[in-house]
């Protein structure tokens, strides 16, 4: 197999996974590949017949996985309209000063949600507001009705501000730059920007590009310049205490400092990185861990 054809394998291993075909531009988008691979050799790939991947109506999968594309356009119907209540969310939540971006993450962002799933939200703030923005935001979304917390039974079109991180740390340290990481920064879908944070933080990331070469910047759907947050700031202590306080009987393998808040009950990087490795030897093909 050559490099170009591996690629794609690649690729699309990764994708089912999650039981997601890929259109043409996804497919290019998010090529696995250590080096870039041209667009007329990834056209060569794709036209010739190959045992490992096949195609219909648009749609690319890996050999025997047709039966995804019934899976993919029903999960788009969904997440159509989770999106579009998403879009709500995020207009009456944006004002506050100190928010400057907010992003669609996870399956949803991929419009690989089924109707059960919940929203994430990935936020990035002003430096040394973090806690005091999650601590608004918790509020409301909670006179909402709209927060999902662990108690939650039924999650569908629940928000879950699963990350947050302030503008000082937006580059993702070493350990934690991989391929799944790479992927959740290339597929986030910008709802709000404020100061072209967006582009500050891809900017940031760079490194996602040793993994998916093609990936692109999307534009956020609205953005707007920053404001003053002198009062806000004043209460970062004070949010910050009264949050460590409440998670002190709740504390599992959350990363919760004065720069960044994840959580994350499941580490589902570990179990994704460990299937795409099982599932590559299938293709005698290795896990590049680049």
Known sequence: MRSAEKAVVR??????????????????????????????????????????????????????????????????????????????????????????????????????????????????????TIWITRFVLTLILQVFGVRRNRNTKHAENTVCLNMFIDESAMAFPLEKRDLYTAHEIAQMKPLFDR???????????????????????????????????LLLSALEFLAKIVQLWYMRRHRTNETVNDHILAFHPLDYKEIVLKEYEKRLRKYKLIYEKI
């Open 11 to 128: 690729t699309l291993v990764y994708s089912d996974i999650f039981e997601f075909p890929l259109s043409y531009d996804e497919l290019w988008r998010f090529l696995i590949s250590p080096k870039p691979v041209s667009k007329k050799l990834f056209n060569k790939v794709l036209n010739r017949q190959s045992q490992n991947f096949s195609v219909k109506n648009g749609w690319h999968y890996l050999s025997q996985r047709e039966s995804l594309i019934g899976t993919r356009l029903q999960r788009m119907k969904e997440s159509a309209r989770k999106i579009a209540y998403a879009r709500q969310i995020v207009s009456r939540i944006s004002f506050l000063p100190t928010i400057y971006l907010i992003g669609i993450s996870g399956a949803l962002a991929m419009e690989n949600s089924d109707g059960q799933d919940d929203i994430d939200l990935f936020v990035i703030t002003k430096t040394n």
């Open 195 to 229: 100061g072209n944070t967006y582009q500050k933080f891809l900017s940031s990331n760079s490194w996602v590009k040793d993994f998916l070469p093609n990936h692109s910047q999307k534009n956020a759907e609205f953005s707007v310049v920053p404001r003053p947050v």
